[in-house]
C-alpha cells in the first residue's frame, strides 16, 4: 500500500495573526519519523495540518493513502466513526470508542432474521469487524475489557491503548501519533513499541519519550516555524545538537574576545586622538607657526581624527553584529531557582499517614506514610489506582474504606493541569491563588519561572503546554497557605525535553514533601526519590534505588 505525505512551501499563522510555519516543506514516506521541538514549537499543529484538521494558510499537500491521526487528547478528537464520548458518561461503551457500535447492533439485528437493507449497508461488508476489534484489543493488552464495558471504569492508560485501537481498526496506510506515552505505564509502553515498530506504512510521532524516539529512522525538529531533518534515531539527533551548540558557544567566546579588542581599540584611539588636539591646541596657543598653516594643520587633523574614529567605530559594530548573529545560534538554557522557604518541613514531621485505607473504584489497600521532606514516586500499572490515591488524599473522591490523615497544607496538579482560569493572565492566576502577596514578589518569582516582563501579562488561554505547566507551577507553589505536601499526576504528560528539565530544576527548589505519579523513569531518576511506593505489589519499595517495572 503507497502511503506518503507531502507539503510544498507549507505555511500557517492562526487567526490572531501568530505566525507557526513558514514555508515548510515536508516529504515523508514509508518510514517511522520522530518530530521533537519545543513546546509551543507547532508540533501539535503540524500533525493536525498533516491530518487535514487544519488548512494551510498557504502551500500544498498530497496525502497516499488513509490517514489516522491520534492526538494528546483522543477523547476530545474521536475518529470519525466513533459516536463522541463525553467524558465521564457511564453510557459509553469501549465500542463507541473503537467507532464499531452501530455495525455491531446491524450485525447482531441481521443474525437475529432482520432483512433491512439499510443494515447490509452500515456493515458495508465488515463481517469481522468483532473478530478484529477483540484480536486489536488483545494485541494492545486490552484483552480484559469486553466491547459493552463502559469507558468510565477504564484508567487513563487504558483509554490511550483504546483510543489507539480505534485508529489501527482502520487499516490507515498513515499514522500521526502526537505524545501517544502519555500515561502509559511500563507494559503499556511496551505494547505501543512493539506497534510502532512492527509498522510498514508511514509514520509520524510527535514525543519526549527517549526510548519511542530512538527506534525512529530520523527526526525532524521544528524551531523558529521551521522544520529540519536530520538522519536517524534521537541520539544520533542529540550528537548533532550538542557538536553545533558547542560550536555556537566557541563563536559567542571568540565574537566577545573581538568585540572587546575592538573596544579596547576604539579607546586607546579615542585617547591618542584627544592628545594630539590637547598638543594642537598647545601650539596654537603659543603661535609657534603662521595662523594660515596652523589652522590648515588643525582641518587636516580633525579630518584624519574623524576617519580613524569612523573605521574604529565600524569595527565595534561589526563586531557587535557578529556576537549577536553567535549568540542568537545558541539555545536559551536559562535554569529555574525559585525561593520557596515557607514551603520546608522538618524531617521529624508527620506530613501524611493512612489507616486501612482502601482506594474507591480499584479496591486497591494502600499503606502509606510521609514524613518531612520525602520524596516518594508512585509506580505500577495502569489501572492500579495511582491517580485514584492522589485526589484521595487531596480530598477529591471518598476512599472505599479506612482514611487519610494529612497534616500540612497540599496541593494537588491534576494530570489535566486545569488548575489556571483561562480567562485571566499568568500574574492574575498566580494572584488569585496568592490574594494577600506584594505583586512585585509575585513577579519577581514568575521572573524566575521565565516569565518575564509582559510574558507575565498573558492570557492562560494562549500558553504553549510548558508555559501552561510552568504557569501551573506558580500558581500551585506559590499559594496561600504554602504548600508543604505537593501532589503531582503525570507531571510531564506534552512536555518536551528541556520543559521536563525546567520541571525537575523547579522541584529542585521546593522543600516539602512530594509524591508524584509518573511512567517516565528519567524523570523519576533526576528527581532523587528517597523511595518508590509500587501499587501493583502494594508495599513500598525499600530503598531510593528501586526502579519501576
Known amino acids: 500500500m503507497r502511503s506518503s505525505l507531502t507539503f510544498h512551501d507549507l505555511s500557517f499563522t492562526w487567526p490572531d495573526g501568530t505566525a507557526v510555519l513558514d514555508d515548510v516543506d515536508i516529504d515523508v514516506g514509508p518510514r517511522r519519523h520522530g518530530l521533537v521541538g519545543t513546546n509551543g514549537s507547532g508540533k501539535s499543529t503540524l500533525l493536525r495540518l498533516l491530518a487535514g484538521e487544519l488548512e494551510p494558510t498557504t502551500g500544498t499537500r498530497h496525502a497516499a493513502g488513509e490517514i489516522a491521526y491520534l492526538p494528546q487528547d483522543p477523547l476530545c478528537h474521536p475518529p470519525p466513526t466513533a459516536r463522541h464520548p463525553r467524558r465521564g458518561d457511564d453510557v459509553q461503551t469501549v465500542a463507541d470508542v473503537l467507532g464499531i457500535e452501530s455495525t455491531l447492533d446491524a450485525l447482531r439485528r441481521i443474525e437475529a432474521g432482520d432483512t433491512d437493507p439499510r443494515l447490509f449497508d452500515v456493515v458495508d461488508g465488515d463481517w469481522d469487524i468483532e473478530d478484529r476489534a477483540t484480536v486489536e484489543l488483545d494485541r494492545l493488552g486490552l484483552a480484559g475489557i469486553g466491547l459493552d464495558r463502559g469507558i468510565a471504569t477504564l484508567s487513563g492508560g487504558e483509554l490511550v491503548l483504546l483510543s489507539l485501537g480505534a485508529r489501527l481498526l482502520r487499516r490507515p496506510a498513515v499514522l500521526l501519533l502526537d505524545e501517544p506515552t502519555n500515561n502509559l505505564d511500563s507494559v503499556a509502553r511496551g505494547r505501543l513499541h512493539d506497534v510502532v515498530n512492527t509498522w510498514r506504512g508511514c509514520l509520524v510521532v510527535a514525543s519526549h519519550d527517549r526510548a519511542l524516539l530512538s527506534s525512529m529512522d530520523d527526526i525532524g525538529e521544528l524551531r523558529d516555524g521551521s522544520l529540519r531533518w536530520f538522519g536517524g534515531p534521537y541520539g544520533l539527533y542529540e550528537e548533532v545538537i550538542a557538536a553545533e551548540q558547542e560550536s555556537a558557544r566557541r563563536a559567542v567566546r571568540n565574537a566577545e574576545s573581538d568585540l572587546r579588542k575592538q573596544r579596547r581599540e576604539l579607546a586607546e584611539a579615542q585617547l591618542k586622538l584627544a592628545r594630539r588636539k590637547r598638543y594642537g591646541q598647545k601650539m596654537f596657543e603659543q603661535k609657534r607657526e603662521p595662523k594660515i598653516i596652523m589652522g590648515a594643520r588643525k582641518r587636516a587633523a580633525q579630518v584624519s581624527a574623524a576617519r580613524l574614529r569612523g573605521v574604529h567605530e565600524e569595527d565595534v559594530s561589526e563586531a557587535r553584529g557578529r556576537l549577536d548573529d553567535a549568540e542568537q545560534l545558541v539555545r536559551d538554557d ?190 523519576l531518576a533526576d528527581l532523587e526519590l528517597n523511595r518508590l511506593v509500587d501499587l501493583d505489589l502494594d508495599r513500598a519499595a525499600p530503598d531510593a534505588s528501586s526502579r519501576p517495572t
Open 334 to 523: 536559562v535554569e529555574i531557582r525559585l525561593d520557596l522557604p515557607a514551603t520546608g518541613v522538618p524531617p521529624s514531621r508527620v506530613v501524611l499517614s493512612t489507616q486501612n485505607l482502601r482506594l474507591a473504584h480499584t479496591g486497591t489497600a494502600v499503606d502509606l506514610d510521609v514524613r518531612g521532606p520525602e520524596r516518594i514516586g508512585l509506580v505500577g500499572r495502569n489501572g492500579t489506582g495511582k491517580t485514584t490515591l492522589l485526589r484521595t488524599v487531596a480530598g477529591e473522591i471518598a476512599p472505599a474504606a479506612g482514611e487519610v490523615r494529612l497534616r500540612v497544607p497540599a496541593r494537588h496538579l491534576p494530570q489535566r493541569m486545569d488548575v489556571l482560569d483561562d480567562r485571566l493572565s499568568v500574574v492574575d492566576n498566580v494572584r488569585q491563588n496568592a490574594p494577600d502577596a506584594e505583586p512585585q514578589h509575585v513577579r519577581h518569582q514568575l521572573a524566575r519561572l521565565m516569565f518575564r516582563g509582559r510574558s507575565a501579562e498573558q492570557l492562560a488561554s494562549t500558553l504553549s503546554g510548558g508555559e501552561r505547566l510552568r504557569a501551573t507551577l506558580a500558581c500551585v507553589l506559590l499559594a496561600e497557605p504554602a504548600p508543604q505536601l505537593l501532589l503531582l499526576d503525570e507531571p510531564t504528560n506534552n512536555l518536551d525535553l528541556l520543559s521536563v528539565r525546567r520541571l525537575v530544576e523547579a522541584l529542585a527548589s521546593y522543600n516539602g514533601a512530594l509524591l508524584v505519579v509518573s511512567h517516565d523513569e528519567h524523570f
